[in-house]
């Protein structure tokens, strides 16, 4: 057996969630780690990859030998993977990007008044699908679909909207895996195929994802 090696290739992973300002300060957020992100960043970097590492706010320390680019909000995630997307081989998107983000951002703290209150937002730009939708330099492209119901539906249909080469699945409502635990288990949809990866820590999967996606890679060369 012989270890892919991804020396020259430049490997774009975006990883943990991203923070939307309501004033300065409050924001919308949600309960991601970063943890399966920053692990696929390593995995590659040890085979040799040169990784950026596009990630929201986390409490975890950059993975050694790795560009790690600190980002806040869904729309500066945006514009950085923009930029660097054309020039990477692999694109993988692991952050749990705000879907949402505040219309009009206050710009002094909001004070309490009245009773209710409603918060107007807008949708962000779909990172993922914009770099798939990159018509030159486009990277192999790779998101995830985090379900809690219908998954394999749900991550064939992601597959096709958003034009990627690959999905990584996992039911995130199934206890002691996918968000913020160590573990997870990941069922892998391409076109054609389907690759179940069991339950494992996400440090093992990382390194299972990464290797398939490196076979694929040279396959398409
Ligand atoms: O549509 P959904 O958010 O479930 O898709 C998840 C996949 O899309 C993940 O790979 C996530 O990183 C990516 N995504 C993105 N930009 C968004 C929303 C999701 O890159 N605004």
Redesign the pocket.
């Known amino acids: 057996f012989v270890e892919p090696k991804l020396q020259g290739q430049h490997w774009v992973v975006?990883a943990g969630p991203t923070q939307e300002a309501i004033d300065p300060v409050r924001y919308i957020s949600n309960h991601s780690s970063g943890k399966m992100g920053y692990a696929i960043a390593q995995a590659a970097a040890s085979l040799g990859a040169k990784v950026s590492l596009i990630s929201g706010p986390t409490k975890l320390e950059a993975p050694s030998g790795c560009k790690r680019i600190s980002v806040t909000s869904?729309q500066d995630?945006?514009q950085l993977?923009m930029e660097l997307a054309p020039n990477a081989d692999v694109f993988i998107?692991?952050?749990?990007?705000?879907?949402y983000r505040v219309a009009q951002v206050a710009e002094q703290k909001i004070k309490k008044h009245e009773d209710a209150m409603q918060i107007n937002l807008v949708k962000?730009?779909?990172?993922?699908?914009d770099?798939a939708a990159l018509n030159e330099n486009r990277p192999f492209t790779?998101?995830?679909?985090?379900?809690t119901q219908d998954v394999e539906h749900?991550a064939k249909g992601?597959l096709q909207k958003?034009k990627l080469n690959l999905?990584a699945a996992n039911n995130v409502a199934v206890q002691g895996q996918g968000f913020n635990s160590d573990d997870n288990a990941l069922t892998l949809y391409s076109a054609d195929e389907t690759i179940p990866l069991s339950l494992a820590t996400k440090v093992e999967l990382a390194q299972q994802l990464v290797k398939i996606i490196s076979d694929k890679v040279s396959d398409q060369k």
Not at 124 to 129: E, F, G, M, S
Not at 142 to 147: K, L, Q, R, W, Y
């Open positions: 975006t869904a995630m945006h993977a998107a692991c952050a749990a990007v705000a879907d962000n730009p779909d990172i993922v699908a770099v790779v998101g995830f679909a985090a379900e749900y992601k958003k999905i």
